[in-house]
């Protein structure tokens, strides 16, 4: 009987052989984009769209740590602040994990250096803008730079409301108990949306599996 080791290696060999367009993580370069989907419906995906539809709530920035041969970390604003992750304790946190490139002329060594100086700075769950705390998607959208320096992503208004234009109960709630109005149409971003940027072109997926 084959060891489980052996098992498992049989099993990730025929993975591969039935999605042959999934990415390895060497072929992860520079500042792409993971963008994280919920595996049910929350808070987030009920007032957003990703890319092809997809429930997207999370999204991290690709940072190899010593140069080409060091290893695979993200960049990543969570509870309770912006850190660093290695990508392996990412892949498995998530379930699919979509993966995007820019395909604009954009400032990468400039821009992955502005979201390394926001390590440590507190997660906004507020997600306001004009604060010290950074939300997953502002963290990419304060500091993706072109080569003139310029923003690569304007801001949007927030949205918190449903397909029928109503704020969900939920977040009405959510800062009704902090003496606060929903920021509806405010200045921000979101995954979702962001991943459905021109800007950015999806170039594979990561499944569940890894």
Request: with cysteine.
């Amino acid at each position: 009987m084959a060891s489980p080791g052996i098992k498992h290696l049989l099993l990730v060999l025929l993975i591969v052989a039935i999605f042959p367009s999934v990415p390895s993580a060497h072929l992860l370069q520079e500042g792409d984009l993971l963008f994280a989907c919920s595996e049910s419906p929350n808070a987030i995906t009920r007032v957003t769209s990703g890319v092809e539809g997809l429930p997207i709530d999370h999204v991290a920035i690709v940072h190899r740590i010593g140069g080409d041969d060091g290893p695979l970390y993200v960049i990543e604003a969570i509870k309770p602040s912006v850190c660093l992750t290695p990508i392996d304790t990412f892949l498995c946190r998530n379930g699919q994990v979509i993966v995007g490139r820019l395909n604009t002329d954009w400032d990468m060594p400039r821009s992955v250096r502005r979201c390394l100086l926001m390590v440590g700075k507190p997660y906004d769950d507020l997600y306001l803008p004009g604060d010290s705390a950074l939300y997953c998607s502002e963290l990419v959208q304060m500091n993706y730079v072109s080569l003139a320096g310029e923003p690569v992503f304007n801001t949007i208004p927030m949205s918190f409301h449903d397909e029928s234009g109503d704020v969900i109960d939920y977040w009405i709630e959510f800062y009704r108990q902090r003496c606060m109005s929903v920021p509806e149409g405010e200045p921000g971003s979101n995954p979702g949306e962001l991943s459905r940027r021109p800007q950015v072109t999806i170039i594979g997926k990561y499944p569940s599996f890894l």
